[in-house]
């Protein structure tokens, strides 16, 4: 039986998987939950690259896929296709990232950087370092904020097939969005940051075991979170009024992205958030979990940059609010999350009379492409389309005035009439305060939408070692945020799929002794590809 | 009885400015009734407001609408009534320390008073500069309490809170050379040199691109002007890896540290006076 292998490479996880070529099925799924490189979003892979040598920081993520292909085991392998941001296939493919690294012309005609095509292309398995030598299909990068994946967010959510007015939005870090009308699409990516995937949040955390990923009320408010299936379950009961909690069901160790969407909706509903402050300063979730006005401030800058970016693309396009028909989302966080929810705080707009969730698209486009290569030439031809209506917020006015009304609701408690006037002051509709009908669908329950017969959570096991002579006072192990770096009397290891990389270094700035230095760490990998659970 | 009622106000503000929650809910307790203080009542609340606006009006009534034109975040109105005054042969000098500073000093005291709004400081800075300019082509140098280069670093683009921090600096009376985003070490240096500036702010949101304010300050070093750091990426642990600079989270921190350096202070007592 001929087999492919899709992989779709997040800034937060791999995701592969096996598939049968003669009947198109998946066989097998194999995660890595974390990305294996240093750092916290693709611009701290890319500063770690850049300080560290892009081959290090290849090898790092090559090594890691090396270990996902393994662990499915595949026979009779004819071909791997990957997706994902510009920044993660690039440094996939060892080449040229510095273009991404830098936004600006400046600082890039001073390093001599031109922006490379990044079309879609196929290389050979060797040439980049992986142990199977087949045809590798990488498909094309629109720029550099708008990637295959975003492509794929396009392609796979159904945004394409219908003639109605419709917006397209991920749910992550980079906030890709599109928004058709006719036969226009506009695109944009918002950059909101990573809180929708629960990071820079106080307790924030990815979807895994023990994460609050929702809130329903059922006389009061009850924390759903995740159970080691990923299944949503009861957890603590929350009083947000007198700042308890009761810790029972499920024990809790943080929060996700939804849950913090969710969380911010009871917040705001019950006017106990009104941001930028909490009644009483704090949401107490469980035991030593707790939801701080600096994470309201974090989600709403985040919240903010969705909306600004979804407002400014119908802006461009011309379109009243009202005749948007079709919302879908998409990512993890799009999956799972409650779109009503998801509305009231603004991140999913008002107006549209559908709202469609489509689960991860990235790797279903992967699959396709793994099905069948000449798709490439199809993604190629859609590059140049994309092109033409690309909406650079970084040099939209637009955006910037709707951005800045958003930091003032948000950070200063502005309230929305004087934000609706302010928009109106600048030519630009103000949002809509009453929701339509809405109808929900779901077109997955996971975000995976088939996993095979197997799920396997793989693990990278290396890490960075060095051997430091000091007085052992272990301030960097105590200082690290998390618990990335461990000592055995003087060899000091990172984990370098926790350790948040150079826009880090707490370990070395804080070490009284000034002995620790980040340089000093080298790459260790593992003799054999190791293969955990 | 009336001082009595004036401390009491001072009390509050001071409470609603530190423990906004806590001021909320007194205020829903019905506390502040008790004291006879009924600040839910929104007359009153413009009160406070009008008082600063009163405090900072000018006296004659012709700057009265310069200033009103600058708050309402009117350029093209701002403008408008500079060109008449000048033409009417106002002195420039005057026109921007009366008439058009206390326009913005206003936005500025509303705004610490949680009266008013980012987006309405950044308006009525447009409308400030609009002024101030023409009257900058009459007598070349403005007084100010000194000057400010602001940028963000090469390589980076997200200029949204360098334009607030510009526009809160020169709300407090700075002369701000805002040089824009993406402006390399050299360039910086070159304007730095050719503006004869005082301090640099610099900014950065990108973890790639924190090493240019590094070595911005590095350089500078040599010209004896240090550079305010400021942006999402960087905290004052890296700030405190080079020298020749200060760290600042906020708005009003670049503010602080303005008027240290422009007081004559060295980078060094800078931050020994403010972290
Ligand atoms: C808005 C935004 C954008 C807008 C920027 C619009 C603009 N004109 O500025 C747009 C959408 C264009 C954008 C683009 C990108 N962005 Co962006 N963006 C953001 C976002 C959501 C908010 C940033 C912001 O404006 N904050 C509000 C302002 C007011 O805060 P501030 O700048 O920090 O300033 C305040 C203080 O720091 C202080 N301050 C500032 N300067 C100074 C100076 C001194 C001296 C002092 C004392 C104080 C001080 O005062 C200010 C006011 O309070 C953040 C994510 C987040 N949630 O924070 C990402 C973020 C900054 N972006 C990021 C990235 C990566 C990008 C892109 C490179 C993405 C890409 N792959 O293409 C692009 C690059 C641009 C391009 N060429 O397209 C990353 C950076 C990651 C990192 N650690 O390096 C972030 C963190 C999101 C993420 N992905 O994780 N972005
Ligand atoms: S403290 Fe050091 S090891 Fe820990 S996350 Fe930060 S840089 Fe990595
Ligand atoms: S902080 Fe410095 S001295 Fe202390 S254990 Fe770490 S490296 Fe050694």
Redesign the pocket.
Known sequence: MDQAINIDIGTSGIRAQLLNLTDSSVLRTAILSRNPLPGA????HMDFAISYGQGIAHEILISAINSLVSNLKPENLRRIAVCGNP?QLSLFEGIEIRD?AF??KNALEKIHVKPLERNGHIVSGNEIGLYADVDVIIPPSVR??IGADALAMMIKSGFLDTPETCMVTDYG??AEMALRVGDRIYTG???????IEGQQISKGMLATPGAIADLKLSGGWQALVLDEKLRLVEGPRIDLRNRTFKATGYPTKGITGTGVIALMYAGLVTGIIKPPHIEGGIIRLGKGITFTEEDVI?AG??FG?LRA?QLTLMHEAGIAYEDLETMYICGASGTYVDPLKARFTGIVPATPKRIIQCGNTSLELAKDLALDPDYLSYLNEMKKSVLSNHV???SSPT??AI?VQE?ALWNEGMPLEKYNSNLERSGIQPVPQKYHEVIIEKKSETDIHELGKSLEIVESKYGFTATIQCSGCDTCVKECPEEALSRESESFKINNERCLGT?CRRCEERCPEKRFSISDFKLELPESIEIGQ | MIRHIDVAVQKIFEMKEKEPAKFKRLIEEGIMIGLGVDLGDRNKQMTVADQIKKQNKPKDPEYTAVAEAVIAGDRAETINLTVTLLGKGKDPTDLVLNALMPGIQTVCELYDMGESYVPEILLANEALIGGVELCQERIGEVPSQGKVVSLVIEGD??????N??AAILRANGFEVVDLGRDITVEAAVRAVKATNADLV???T????TKGGLKDLAEILDSEDVPV??????IDRHFVDTFGNSIY????L??VK?AKKICAGKSWKEARKELY
Do not use: Q, R, W
């Open positions: 979003n693709v611009v701290d920044i991404l936004a600006g550099h904020e870090t980079n990516s918002a950059a909101a940051g990573p809180v974090e800058k985040a940059a970016g650079m917020f970084a955006f910037e951005y930091i826009a | 683009v997200h200029d949204i809170g360098k607030i921090v702010t610099g900014t949101l990108m973890s790639t305010a750091c400021g942006g999402a990426a600042g989270k906020t708005p921190d670049a540290i």
